[in-house]
């Protein structure tokens, strides 16, 4: 079990660090390199190699996940959703120093496939998944439940709830030696939240869907969690009705008087991926500065 603080080096040269653990670089000399030698903060998740999906740009709840991995350690594999966000995310890629970035819509048969076929060919296993995507067609999300159609009820549970059970399925003969599974839920699936419609019942089945999930992989040691973040601006929450005002309600109403932000839902999502919550399974956590305790 990696320990939750190691010592480290951390090395410059040539405008990036590198980081290992305190034997690996000994050798690095020459000009314009430096070694520094430090017991970590952080590092908790050092070796290992996790998949982030659900990056659109620099606001997106799932880059303020990847740049917490990448702080602590990890090794990560990103998707971008097709070419036309592909120039937003390629470049959040290189800077985290990505192994793989690789096209990915879960509605396209295959290319979930081909995604976890380059990871096994590529690093032959996986401690962490990261599920951050949810789509709903906008007629349907901005309507009553009752009058969205089987169309785009369907399509939102299989895009934002039934893709994590496939991605677990793929992940699960990645994880030899255990492993954790994230997804992002949201407090409407347990009450009911202003112009969230049919998102709510979508969610309620997320969530239910990781506690199952937990039970059937737990022998395995394969963890699984949900993550539900308040209110915050990022593409996906901005097509929501009303969303700016819904905002400042929230802003005005939650316990420590500011929203939560994409940081800190990393905070929370590198602990939960990490060693550290070996016994936190078949969870929804909330990272929303209390907005969930004031409805």
């Given at each position: 079990?990696?320990?939750?603080?190691?010592?480290?080096?951390?090395?410059?040269?040539?405008?990036?660090?590198?980081?290992?653990?305190?034997?690996?670089?000994?050798?690095?000399?020459?000009?314009?390199?430096?070694?520094?030698?430090?017991?970590?903060?952080?590092?908790?998740?050092?070796?290992?190699?996790?998949?982030?999906?659900g990056i659109a740009n620099l606001d997106s709840v799932a880059y303020g996940c990847a740049?917490?991995?990448?702080?602590?350690?990890?090794?990560?594999?990103?998707?971008?959703?097709?070419?036309?966000?592909?120039?937003?995310?390629?470049?959040?890629?290189?800077?985290?120093?990505?192994?793989?970035?690789?096209?990915?819509?879960?509605?396209?048969?295959?290319?979930?496939?081909?995604?976890?076929?380059?990871?096994?060919?590529?690093?032959?296993?996986?401690?962490?998944?990261?599920?951050?995507?949810?789509?709903?067609?906008?007629?349907?999300?901005?309507?009553?439940?009752?009058?969205?159609?089987?169309?785009?009820?369907?399509?939102?549970?299989?895009?934002?709830?039934?893709?994590?059970?496939?991605?677990?399925?793929?992940?699960?003969?990645?994880?030899?030696?255990?492993?954790?599974?994230?997804?992002?839920?949201?407090?409407?699936?347990?009450?009911?939240?202003?112009?969230?419609?049919?998102?709510?019942?979508?969610?309620?089945?997320?969530?239910?869907?990781?506690?199952?999930?937990?039970?059937?992989?737990?022998?395995?040691?394969?963890?699984?969690?949900?993550?539900?973040?308040?209110?915050?601006?990022?593409?996906?929450?901005s097509g929501i009705k009303d969303f700016e005002a819904l905002m400042e309600r929230a802003?005005?109403?939650?316990?420590?008087?500011?929203?939560?932000?994409?940081?800190?839902?990393g905070n929370l999502a590198a602990f939960l991926v990490s060693d550290g919550a070996r016994?936190?399974?078949?969870?929804?956590?909330?990272?929303?500065?209390?907005?969930?305790?004031?409805?």
């Amino acid at each position: 079990m990696q320990p939750a603080c190691v010592p480290v080096n951390i090395h410059y040269r040539d405008g990036e660090y590198y980081i290992g653990p305190a034997a690996r670089f000994e050798a690095v000399t020459g000009k314009g390199a430096k070694t520094h030698r430090c017991e970590a903060k952080y590092m908790t998740l050092l070796g290992k190699k996790g998949l982030v999906v659900g990056i659109a740009n620099l606001d997106s709840v799932a880059y303020g996940c990847a740049k917490a991995f990448r702080r602590d350690g990890a090794e990560l594999a990103i998707t971008y959703l097709n070419a036309k966000a592909e120039p937003h995310v390629h470049p959040l890629g290189e800077e985290l120093k990505t192994a793989i970035i690789a096209p990915l819509d879960v509605r396209v048969p295959g290319q979930l496939e081909a995604v976890f076929d380059r990871v096994k060919n590529e690093w032959g296993r996986l401690d962490f998944v990261l599920h951050s995507i949810a789509f709903a067609p906008r007629d349907d999300l901005h309507g009553r439940l009752i009058d969205s159609s089987a169309e785009g009820f369907a399509m939102a549970m299989d895009v934002s709830c039934h893709s994590f059970v496939r991605m677990a399925k793929l992940a699960e003969p990645l994880m030899d030696d255990g492993g954790c599974l994230l997804t992002m839920s949201y407090y409407g699936a347990v009450k009911v939240s202003e112009n969230y419609g049919l998102m709510g019942p979508v969610k309620a089945a997320l969530e239910s869907c990781v506690r199952y999930m937990a039970a059937e992989m737990g022998p395995k040691r394969i963890r699984v969690n949900a993550v539900s973040p308040g209110p915050m601006r990022t593409r996906a929450a901005s097509g929501i009705k009303d969303f700016e005002a819904l905002m400042e309600r929230a802003a005005a109403r939650v316990p420590e008087g500011r929203l939560a932000t994409i940081e800190d839902v990393g905070n929370l999502a590198a602990f939960l991926v990490s060693d550290g919550a070996r016994s936190i399974t078949g969870n929804t956590a909330y990272v929303d500065a209390g907005y969930h305790t004031t409805s």
